[in-house]
C-alpha cells in the first residue's frame, strides 16, 4: 500500500489544520492507521491512531483533546484534524499502516507515507 500524506502548512499558534493521508495500491480498510510526526533533531514520536472500523482510537498524551483522527474507508483516506496547534507540534507529520493494533512503536508499522510538514509559529 502507498500512502501520501498532505495538508501540513505554516500556521499560527492557536490555530487549526486538517492533515489527509491518502492510500492507494491496496484499500486502507485492513489496517490499523497511524500518525506520526518527528521534530527537528527528535525522534520519531507517535501521535495518533485508529483501528480498522474506527472502533478505538489511541493518542498521545501531548495531543489528546487538541487532536482528532479519523477515517473514510471508502475513501481510503485517513485525517488528522488538529486543532489549537501549538509550537511545539511543529514536526513533519507522517501516516502508517499496519496490520495489527495495539503498538504505538514506529517499527511496527509496515507502511509508511513520504510526510508533511507542519510549522506553528508562535
Known amino acids: 500500500v502507498q500512502l501520501q500524506a498532505s495538508g501540513g502548512g505554516l500556521v499560527q499558534a492557536g490555530d487549526s489544520l486538517r492533515l489527509s493521508c491518502a492510500a492507494s495500491?491496496?484499500?486502507?480498510?485492513?489496517?490499523?492507521m497511524g500518525w506520526f510526526r518527528q521534530a527537528p533533531g527528535k525522534e520519531r514520536e507517535f501521535v495518533a491512531a485508529?483501528?480498522?472500523?474506527?472502533?478505538?482510537?489511541d493518542y498521545a498524551v501531548s495531543v489528546m483533546g487538541r487532536f482528532t483522527i479519523s477515517r473514510d474507508n471508502a475513501k481510503s483516506t485517513v485525517y488528522l484534524q488538529m486543532n489549537s496547534l501549538k509550537p511545539e507540534d511543529t514536526a513533519v507529520y507522517y501516516c502508517?499502516?499496519?496490520?495489527?493494533?495495539?503498538?504505538?512503536?514506529?517499527?511496527?508499522?509496515?507502511?509508511w507515507g513520504q510526510g508533511t510538514l507542519v510549522t506553528v509559529s508562535s
Open positions: 485508529i483501528s480498522r472500523a474506527s472502533i478505538s482510537t
Open positions: 502508517a499502516a499496519r496490520t495489527l493494533w495495539g503498538s504505538r512503536a514506529p517499527l511496527s508499522y509496515d507502511y
Open positions: 495500491g491496496r484499500t486502507v480498510n485492513n489496517y490499523t
